[in-house]
């Protein structure tokens, strides 16, 4: 079974600056997808960026772009010029592409607040 | 966001009392999840369906019952409910999108559920 950790459980940034979230995760496959949700307060869960364990090139959404290293089982998420509406909580999930149902297995979450 | 919607948005009912959580969504998805969340916790899934006729027990084990009679329509039923049983939960579906191409999962504003 796959796993997936946040190994952080709250962090805070000034707005405007740079702040990583961690995401680890365990799985014996080579075919899997990589995705960050962002879950506002209140509000629905929403995607913010996907990766595909196929591609080696990191994903770039706007002010959010992926570190993934693959060997090291490692999806890190960066969020460049932080804006007081990227508070949220944020959670990391792992999909495999091996087996049917496309089920996601998501990390503990990490609550990012991002202070004026 | 995603043409999804649960019913009701909060609930708080007595223990002992059937309930019916709604899920529906206008995008002719054929898969669906119901996930349950702890407040600040991760996601955890407790049922899915491939399509109509079919429903599968996720990781976390429940109480709850689904069915999966209409493509559009998920709902979730808890016969006697306890205080156990309150939490957060979400609804979400998805589209085979047919060779490598991931299943991005569209989640529901969710339904918050107490039982006393």
Known sequence: AQTVTQSQPEMSVQEAETVTLSCTYDTSENNYYLFWYKQPPSRQMILVIRQEAYKQQNATENRFSVNFQKAAKSFSLKISDSQLGDTAMYFCAFMSGETSGSRLTFGEGTQLTVNP | ?116
């Open chain 2, 1 to 116: 966001e995603a043409d999804i919607y649960q019913t009701p948005r909060y609930l708080v009912i007595g223990t002992g009392k059937k309930i019916t959580l709604e899920c529906s969504q206008t995008m002719g998805h054929d898969k669906m999840y119901w996930y349950q969340q702890d407040p600040g916790m991760e996601l955890h899934l407790i049922h899915y369906s491939y399509g109509v006729n079919s429903t599968e027990k996720g990781d976390l084990s429940s109480e709850s019952t689904v069915s999966r009679i209409r493509t559009e329509h998920f709902p979730l039923t808890l016969e006697s409910a306890r205080p156990s049983h309150t939490s957060q939960y979400l609804c979400a579906s998805s589209e085979y999108l047919g060779g490598p191409s991931y299943n991005e999962q569209f989640f529901g504003p969710g339904t918050r559920l107490t039982v006393l």
